[in-house]
């Protein structure tokens, strides 16, 4: 067996066993089904089959000694005095502000803080204060609303670096808000960011009708498309390997600047690799590198497999547009592209509709029939959306006026994903 091959099943049957024990499946039953996969369903021999079920029990064991390690100490559905610290920066929102604090003893945990928009708390600050903890519909965080009292009792704490990294989005995204109306720049603050803080109800509900959600989640598409255009700008400038060195920096510091979430760092790993595979000249393999981003993943935390939408939603999308999409293009002729590409587009959104249509089901319990028509009409217009509002932003930094002329096109742009998303935003619930 090949080496590739080798480090593919034991991250698999590692995954497995993970999401067998946060299934809470017998580990008896679960050896089982790994023994049935292993030995008829991929045809390895005894002793290789028996070899992998032993890193599926270890990741059987992992998940539970990593919640037996980092047991949460907090008193729910009580009120209790805290203090944390603020892991992230906080999303200043209109009527509220979202902060992600670590506890510090005795308790232990993480929670979201919600607090009035005038809050004035930064990354770093440690905060106190008094409410009742309560789990989020999920079960995957822990929320404390509106508390009686908080303060900050101590500032200045945090990394030196990545304070820095949020003050360059702060001054990026300022810059945005002063080229385009209030609606638009916190659109293109989501395209490029993440960043939801601003958006409207209005605006909210419209992108969650039409299936559009995706486009300000920083999911797979979206670093993509920023490790192609770094990529290739750079290559221009300095040549393809040193491109690649400073890629290598570029990516993982916007994954830290934008809040490291799950499906950031996902698609930030696979850019990287796409990345090394391209400068090595090796064939990008796929299915290793997902299945080994997954396992350093569910290391650093096993509990995204089974209670992180965000992670089963990026995962599964990329999934069937790598494994649908090629079943799907074979019975649909592609000779022909067609207007701005609209059938491969087609076939992709559709390709990934159908991978997470289960979970979407589960999650949300709904699911958007037009969501591929809007997608359609939309994605062939963001990697030029990303390009020329990230433009807009940076010129910011020199010349208002530069960044102000950049700004009419996204302004054009952005009015028309807009249109688009609102056309199609039918409430399906």
């Known amino acids: 067996m090949h080496l590739h091959d080798k480090a593919f099943y034991i991250s698999f049957f590692f995954i497995l066993g993970v999401g067998f024990a946060g299934f809470d499946i017998n580990v008896f039953i679960s050896l089982t089904i790994g023994f049935i996969l292993g030995y008829i369903t991929f045809s390895l021999t005894l002793k290789q089959t028996l070899i992998f079920l032993s890193f599926l029990f270890s990741g059987f064991f992992y998940l539970h000694l990593y919640n037996a390690l980092n047991q949460e100490i907090i008193n729910f559905n009580t009120s209790d005095s805290y203090v944390g610290l603020v892991k992230n920066e906080p999303a200043l929102g209109i009527n509220s502000t979202e902060i992600q604090l670590n506890l510090v003893s005795p308790h232990k945990g993480e929670v979201t803080l919600y607090t009035s928009p005038l809050t004035d708390v930064k990354y770093g600050d440690e905060v106190q204060f008094s409410g009742i903890a309560e789990k989020s519909p999920s079960g995957n965080r822990n929320i404390v609303s509106f508390p009686d009292d ?205 991978a997470v249509l289960p979970i979407v089901l589960i999650v949300f319990g709904f699911f958007s029939p037009t969501a591929p028509i809007a997608n359609i009409l939309i994605l062939e217009f963001i990697p030029v959306t990303m390009f020329v509002g990230f433009l807009s932003s940076v010129l910011g930094l020199f010349s208002h006026t530069l960044s102000l002329l950049v700004g009419w096109g996204v302004n054009l742009l952005l009015s028309y994903e807009i249109f688009i998303i609102d056309l199609f935003a039918f409430n399906w619930t």
């Open 150 to 354: 908080s303060k900050v009792i101590e500032k200045g704490g945090g990394s030196v670096f990545k304070k820095n990294l949020f003050s360059i989005k702060n001054k990026l995204i300022a810059n945005l808000k002063a080229v385009l109306p209030a609606d638009k720049a916190a659109l293109m603050s989501g395209i490029l960011f993440g960043e939801r803080a601003e958006f409207t109800k209005k605006l909210e509900e419209a992108m969650k009708g039409s299936g559009t959600t995706h486009i300000v989640a920083l999911s797979g598409y979206n670093i993509a498309i920023l490790s192609v255009t770094l990529a290739g700008a750079l290559s221009y400038i300095w040549g393809r390997k040193k491109a690649f060195w400073m890629s290598l920096f570029v990516i993982p510091a916007f994954i830290v600047m934008t809040g490291a979430d799950p499906s950031v760092v996902r698609a930030g790993i696979m850019g990287l690799v796409m990345l090394l595979a391209t400068t090595l000249g090796r064939a990008y393999s796929f299915r290793n590198a997902i299945t080994l981003t997954a396992l350093g993943m569910l290391l650093y935390n096993p509990n995204f497999l089974i209670q992180d939408a965000g992670f089963q939603l990026s995962f599964s999308a990329l999934m069937g547009i790598v494994y649908i999409y090629p079943w799907l293009s074979r019975k649909w002729d592609l000779s022909r592209e067609g207007f701005l590409n609209w059938k491969t587009n087609a076939l992709q959104t559709l390709s990934a509709q159908i």
